[in-house]
């Protein structure tokens, strides 16, 4: 049977390519009927192949590499889905093997993993991106650079034909081959899979001689560039000397829009969002156009409040520092044409689903982590390569402003006239002083500009040799066949950086195996070799069995597993303490890291002004003060125990910090800690890592630690991540569960096209979780009482008349007879014990407030929160009522206080 008797007569149902596939033979499919196939797929979806679309395809499915390096907005990953439909093809006709896509960014992958299950069914599709892992004996796999890298270090060149070979391999971005930090893992499968068929893919390759050259010598293997594609919508390119309102209105009125107007940092694009706020971007049915189509649309406290004036007055914001739903809700105005400038960042050189027609840059100049300085061509053409979407727009346009004193120059010269007396009193403005300045001729010479060669970023670690070291067949059996000192130094000596480079990776290589004998984790051993005199020749072994994913998922989740036998599960802190390991082995989230320093440091040096302390002693001790590290004097020496016997983690850092154990001890809410830690930029930052330490403490944390009030703790969490964007864990939880259910899709597209998010759970819906709310709640009110802060207490309690002068004389007579510590807040203050809560209908304890019920009453819990008094008498308590109702209005526990004092 051929594609043509498998395809159906109508349009593609529900985008899958499987009718399409031609029917198993045995033998390796027919290109033509491949290529048929996939057309008449393509076709029936409206998207009929570009010749070289057309091009590309018929070098891959008759087995040639492909060098893709046509234009942004050309159909690339058209292509990369017509190399996996062969591909599948051929597994199909028991040719073996697997298909990889990788991408530098988790969000790429999970992106295209979800548009790969849509084209071939749920069942033939994983991913591993390093923090989860789907379906990975799938034929066709979703993952990062790194994954497929170390993949490849393990297993090296594999089996043709066995079912876990790694047959093809597709990377998108490929340019980041040349990235200082991370281009090792673009270039190590082109070193370790001879076998394997390649498509490489980017708009900003530049030169690719050497590249295809080196490729076509180590594998065989024909290499064809694809890189003189017509852009389908044409690009213009203008040098702007008017000032940025003025060029921003003409674009508008002109219908030259959507305009992404792209700057450097968030604050630079959120400040210009604010101000365009007194122009005209859109009239009033426009407008009310944009408010039909926002709809319910839940903004949070925040950055929220202020997207949504934005919006409403035509305005878009698009950055990573945004919350997901935010960002796509942003992305979906602009895709129907309801918002005419979007203000936002580069990062939409590496792609943002919204059709751009005008890029309008406002600097050529950006700060790299160390320095100013100039946009690579490649940087320029990423991004100026996103103006013009096919599809949209007949024309894109590419404008880049010139630096704003040359502006406001031109625009003083302008307002002169012939005058020669006002042009003399002109004062010309300069470039401010140690800046990096751009003129027009850098403009024309990153327009014209090719991208940059890409160079070669090859590195050594330890994870690289130990992989090397334990290499392995598919199914994870030991590669006995495979000298690993041979095999790492084809590895050193293959790759493509100099012969000076290569020398230091020798270097590094013997350091880290010296270090991994020291280490008792390697051994020298003979191996027969009967074309040696001697009969042998030396050779490594690994003396431990590592961790199958040792390098694969987050490196130090073992070390957390193993760091929990160090904690008391009988301790008070017990559940924070498990916070505090978790949160000590996931990536550093900086931004909140330095507004807790910054807070930090403001109270530090109150604290030492009153004690009368000089200035260059303050700054001095300023220098020790840093964000809060619990557990560092305990998890540091562990770790450097563990890494001697576990040296795969040898490159990876261990990192206290306290972000989720602060809001549980200050019972903050999201947008508590947003606003105490001035985080509205970058909301999306803090709930990427909630939601990271979310998923680790439910993957990570042993049974035997799971306490009732761990398990609290876990429920919590996941609620807030959930109240504040449900985006992130409902990916999570679908790539855990990949489910071909055409309904829920359908229901998902029509809540997505009538622009309404997911229900969202009441508060009161996870009792365990709020459990922990009403916990937190109820020990924020001990803590403002220890502190004898009666005017925040009164601020919280005022409603049911608790006002401050009320708590100060509730507290008086404690205080008088236990002093001024009389209210610990030390580890035992956060007990279990003392907290009590009783669901509506449970019988009250003898003498409890109020006198006048023996129950619970319907639609409340009864709370009562003991002190742990100076005296350890514990005989003081806050009671409380907490209304479901309103508390399920307010997103919050709604506490009503009964009373404070003795039991």
């Known amino acids: 049977m051929t594609a043509t008797d498998a395809a159906p007569t109508t349009a593609r149902p529900a985008g899958t390519l499987l009718p399409y596939l031609p029917a198993p033979t045995g033998?390796?499919?027919?290109p033509d009927v491949l290529f048929e196939?996939?057309?008449?797929?393509?076709?029936?979806?409206?998207?009929?192949?570009?010749?070289?679309?057309?091009?590309?395809?018929?070098?891959?499915?008759?087995?040639?590499?492909?060098?893709?390096?046509?234009?942004?907005?050309?159909?690339?990953?058209?292509?990369?889905?017509?190399?996996?439909?062969?591909?599948?093809?051929?597994?199909?006709?028991?040719?073996?093997?697997?298909?990889?896509?990788?991408?530098p960014l988790k969000a790429l992958v999970s992106e295209k993993f979800f548009d790969l299950v849509a084209a071939f069914g749920s069942r033939n599709v994983g991913m591993m991106t390093g923090d989860s892992a789907v379906n990975a004996d799938a034929p066709i796999i979703c993952c990062t650079a790194e994954i497929l890298a170390n993949l490849a270090l393990r297993r090296g060149a594999g089996t043709p034909g066995d079912d876990d070979f790694i047959a093809q391999?597709?990377?998108?971005?490929?340019?980041?081959?040349?990235?200082?930090?991370?281009?090792?893992?673009?270039?190590?499968?082109?070193?370790?899979?001879?076998?394997?068929?390649?498509?490489?893919?980017?708009?900003?390759?530049?030169?690719?001689?050497?590249?295809?050259?080196?490729?076509?010598?180590?594998?065989?293997?024909?290499?064809?560039?694809v890189a003189d594609a017509e852009r389908p919508v044409p690009l213009t390119f203008s040098y702007v000397l008017e000032p940025l309102p003025e060029v921003i209105d003409e674009l508008v009125q002109t219908r030259r829009a959507p305009v992404y107007v792209v700057h450097f940092t968030q604050k630079d694009a959120v400040d210009r969002a604010q101000a365009l706020l007194s122009s005209k971007i859109a009239t009033?049915?426009?407008?009310?156009?944009?408010?039909?189509?926002?709809?319910?649309?839940?903004?949070?406290?925040?950055?929220?409040?202020?997207?949504?004036?934005?919006?409403?007055?035509?305005?878009?914001?698009?950055?990573?520092?945004?919350l997901p739903k935010y960002r796509r809700l942003v992305e979906r105005l602009t895709q129907k044409g309801l918002l005419k400038v979007v203000c936002g960042t580069d990062t939409l050189g590496v792609g943002i689903n919204v059709p751009i027609r005008t890029v309008l840059m406002t600097s050529l100049v950006k700060f790299d982590g160390e320095r100013m300085r100039h946009l690579s061509a490649r940087e320029f053409h990423q991004i100026a390569g996103r103006a013009g979407r096919a599809g949209f727009d007949t024309l894109g346009e590419v404008l880049v402003m010139a630096p704003e004193h040359v502006i406001e120059n031109r625009k003083a010269?302008?307002?002169?006239?012939?005058?020669?007396?006002?042009?003399?009193?002109?004062?010309?403005?300069?470039?401010?002083?140690?800046?990096?300045?751009?003129?027009?001729?850098t403009f024309e010479r990153l327009r014209d500009a090719p991208p940059e060669p890409l160079s070669s970023r090859f590195s050594v670690n330890h994870a690289m040799v130990l992989n090397v070291l334990a290499r392995t067949r598919g199914d994870g059996a030991r590669h006995d066949a495979v000298d690993p000192v041979e095999a790492m130094r084809h590895l050193l000596t293959a790759n493509h950086d100099t012969d000076a480079q290569q020398a230091e990776h020798v270097r590094q290589a013997l350091r880290i195996y010296r270090?991994?004998?020291?280490?008792?984790?390697?051994?020298?051993?003979?191996?027969?070799?009967?074309?040696?005199?001697?009969?042998?020749?030396?050779?490594?072994?690994?003396?431990?069995?590592?961790?199958?994913?040792?390098?694969?998922?987050?490196?130090?989740?073992?070390?957390?597993?193993?760091?929990?036998?160090?904690?008391?599960?009988?301790?008070?802190?017990?559940?924070?303490?498990?916070v505090s390991v978790i949160e000590a082995t996931l990536d550093d989230p900086r931004q909140i890291l330095y507004g807790q320093q910054k807070k930090a440091r403001g109270e530090a040096v109150a604290a030492m002004k009153a004690e009368g302390i000089e200035y260059d002693e303050r700054m001095e001790l300023l220098e020790e003060v840093s964000w809060p590290k619990p557990l560092a004097d305990l998890l540091g020496p562990a770790f450097e125990m563990y890494k001697r016997s576990n040296p795969w983690v040898a490159d990876a850092?261990?990192?206290?910090?306290?972000?989720?154990?602060?809001?549980?001890?200050?019972?903050?809410?999201f947008a508590e800690l947003v606003s105490t830690y001035a985080l509205e930029r970058t909301e999306g930052v803090v709930l990427r890592y909630l939601a990271d330490a979310y998923?680790?403490?439910?993957?990570?944390?042993?049974?035997?630690?799971?306490?009732?009030?761990?398990?609290?703790?876990?429920?919590?969490?996941?609620?807030?991540?959930?109240?504040?964007?449900?985006?992130?864990?409902?990916?999570?939880?679908?790539?855990?569960?990949?489910?071909?259910?055409?309904?829920?899709?359908?229901?998902?597209?029509?809540?997505?096209?009538?622009?309404?998010?997911?229900?969202?759970?009441?508060?009161?819906g996870n009792p365990r979780s709020f459990r922990r709310l009403v916990r937190n709640a109820l020990y924020r009110r001990v803590e403002l009482a220890a502190r004898e802060d009666y005017d925040a207490l009164g601020r919280l309690d005022a409603a049911s008349g608790w006002d401050g002068d009320a708590w100060a004389d509730a507290l008086d007579a404690l205080f008088e007879a236990q002093g001024d510590e009389a209210i610990g807040i030390g580890p035992q203050s956060r007990a279990s014990a003392l907290v009590t809560i009783l669901e509506p209908g449970a019988e009250l304890p003898s003498g409890a407030l109020p006198a006048d019920s023996s129950a619970v009453p319907a639609g409340v819990w009864w709370v009562r929160q003991v002190l742990d008094d100076a005296d350890g008498d514990r005989d003081w308590a806050i009671t409380a009522h907490v209304d479901l109702a309103a508390s399920d209005e307010a997103g919050a526990p709604a506490v009503r206080v009964l009373g404070v004092g003795r039991l």
Not at 192 to 221: I, K, W, Y
């Open 515 to 578: 270090s991994l004998r020291v280490a008792g984790v390697v051994e020298k051993v003979r191996v027969p070799d009967a074309s040696r005199p001697a009969g042998y020749r030396p050779s490594v072994r690994l003396v431990v069995d590592l961790p199958r994913d040792f390098a694969l998922n987050a490196p130090l989740s073992p070390f957390a597993l193993a760091a929990m036998d160090l904690l008391d599960v009988d301790s008070p802190t017990h559940a924070l303490d498990v």
């Open 695 to 764: 998923r680790a403490v439910r993957q990570v944390v042993p049974e035997e630690h799971r306490t009732e009030d761990v398990a609290e703790v876990v429920e919590w969490l996941g609620e807030l991540v959930r109240g504040v964007d449900s985006s992130l864990l409902d990916e999570w939880e679908r790539l855990q569960n990949p489910v071909d259910d055409d309904a829920d899709d359908v229901v998902e597209g029509e809540l997505a096209e009538a622009g309404a998010e997911a229900p969202a759970r009441p508060v009161t």
């Open 27 to 30: 033998k390796a499919p027919d």
């Open 653 to 669: 850092e261990l990192a206290p910090k306290s972000v989720v154990r602060d809001m549980l001890e200050q019972a903050m809410t």
């Open 169 to 225: 391999v597709v990377m998108d971005e490929f340019h980041y081959y040349g990235d200082p930090q991370r281009g090792w893992a673009w270039q190590v499968p082109l070193l370790e899979l001879p076998h394997t068929q390649f498509l490489l893919m980017s708009a900003t390759l530049g030169d690719t001689t050497r590249l295809r050259e080196d490729l076509t010598e180590r594998t065989g293997r024909d290499v064809a560039e």
């Open 413 to 441: 010269v302008a307002k002169a006239g012939d005058d020669p007396k006002k042009l003399k009193k002109i004062v010309r403005k300069k470039a401010p002083t140690g800046s990096v300045n751009w003129t027009d001729s």
């Open 37 to 103: 196939g996939f057309g008449q797929w393509a076709a029936g979806g409206g998207r009929s192949l570009y010749p070289h679309q057309e091009e590309a395809l018929l070098e891959l499915m008759t087995g040639s590499h492909v060098v893709l390096a046509t234009p942004t907005g050309s159909g690339k990953s058209m292509v990369a889905m017509g190399a996996q439909f062969a591909a599948l093809a051929a597994r199909r006709s028991g040719g073996g093997g697997r298909t990889y896509y990788t991408a």
């Open 284 to 322: 009033k049915e426009e407008k009310d156009a944009i408010v039909a189509e926002i709809g319910a649309f839940r903004f949070g406290t925040g950055f929220g409040k202020v997207l949504s004036k934005y919006l409403r007055s035509g305005i878009g914001v698009h950055h990573a520092g945004m």
